[in-house]
């Protein structure tokens, strides 16, 4: 796997638990002591997480730095307007 395409998975499997859980991006970047902004950038793959911060967020979550870069997950997401 591609680097670009491991952020994708994670972009989309942080995206999709975060919205499962009911979490907002505010909420989620608190939780992971990390900023809106960079969150964002995140979730649309267009910034890389360290471990650190993937670690941050997977407990932010309540799930694993394993599941948040698992690619086995097959989510729909939305594009950069939001739009599915």
Known sequence: ?????????????IWQTRETRGMTVPQ???A????KAYL???????A??????ACAIAQALHTTVDA???DENDYPRPD???AL
Do not use: K
């Open 48 to 53: 890389n997480v360290s471990l650190r911060v």
């Open 32 to 35: 992971a002591g990390i900023s």
């Open 40 to 46: 964002y950038e995140v979730e649309y793959a267009r």
């Open 28 to 30: 989620l970047a608190r």
């Open 68 to 70: 948040l870069t698992s």
């Open 80 to 82: 950069s307007d939001g």
């Open 1 to 13: 796997m591609t680097d670009h395409g491991l952020a994708t998975v994670v972009a989309n499997n």
